[in-house]
């Protein structure tokens, strides 16, 4: 049982480098987030998305890309990196409403340098 | 200030001590509660939903006041397990199931 897959789950970047974290679910679920966790903050929900091919802003959004071109996969991109990128990503998906579960992947810990 | 509060501790306790957590929250209008577990470097899991009428899992109970606008949790009979921290998660309903997370209470309990 996968569930909520990320990659890579470690990554160090130089500062304006771009990448690309991967999320993927196999459990056929409509909604996707992309979260950023970093100390005294919580979790900050950064782009989601309620379907295949929507995508939508979150609370930080600033300096981040998102995909959904197809629905087991969303993608979060990193176009020039900073320093203040440095962080924890995680991934969750949930069904599509109601007071439903969140699934969170393993987490990317990202080092901008 | 911040959409959903908690005192991030940490709380150290004996193992078989009973602890509580509290949260709050500042919409109102917050449809649907959790709490999540979060042990050191792992993601997130689903510890409970949080029920207006109350509801318990085994050591674990969890209460919802609307009116004040705060979540509880209650861990009976601690043990060493238990020691992770705690998020308080609340969704304001709306478009796209969106959760908004506490920062967690971290919790250590202790031989």
């Known amino acids: 049982n996968a569930g909520v897959t990320q990659t890579p789950k470690f990554r160090v970047l130089k500062t304006g480098q771009s990448m690309t974290l991967l999320c993927a679910q196999d459990m056929n679920h409509e909604y996707m987030y992309w979260y950023r966790q970093d100390p005294g903050m919580g979790l900050r929900l950064i782009h989601y998305?309620?379907?295949?091919?929507?995508?939508a802003k979150g609370e930080v959004p600033d300096g981040y890309n998102v995909s959904r071109l197809k629905k087991q996969n969303f993608l979060l991109g990193l176009e020039s990196a900073a320093p203040s990128q440095t962080s924890v990503y995680f991934c969750?998906?949930?069904?599509?409403?109601?007071?439903?579960?969140?699934?969170f992947g393993q987490g990317t810990r990202l080092t901008v340098v | 200030r911040k959409e959903v509060e908690q005192d991030p501790g940490p709380f150290n306790v004996p193992e078989g001590a009973t602890v509580a957590f509290n949260c709050t929250y500042s919409?109102?209008?917050?449809?649907?509660f959790f709490w999540y577990r979060q042990d050191c470097r792992k993601e997130p899991k689903l510890l409970m939903s949080?029920?207006?009428s109350g509801n318990e899992d085994g050591r674990f109970t969890a209460q919802l006041n609307r009116a004040s606008q705060y979540i509880s949790l209650l861990i009976r009979d601690s043990k060493l397990s238990d020691s992770a921290t705690y998020l308080c998660v609340v969704n304001y309903g709306g478009g796209g199931n969106k959760l908004t997370f506490g920062t967690g209470t971290q919790l250590k309990v202790e031989l």
């Open positions: 969750a998906s949930s069904y599509s409403t109601g007071a439903t579960e969140a699934f």
């Open positions: 998305s309620v379907g295949e091919g929507t995508t």
């Open positions: 949080v029920y207006s």
């Open positions: 919409n109102s209008a917050s449809q649907s």
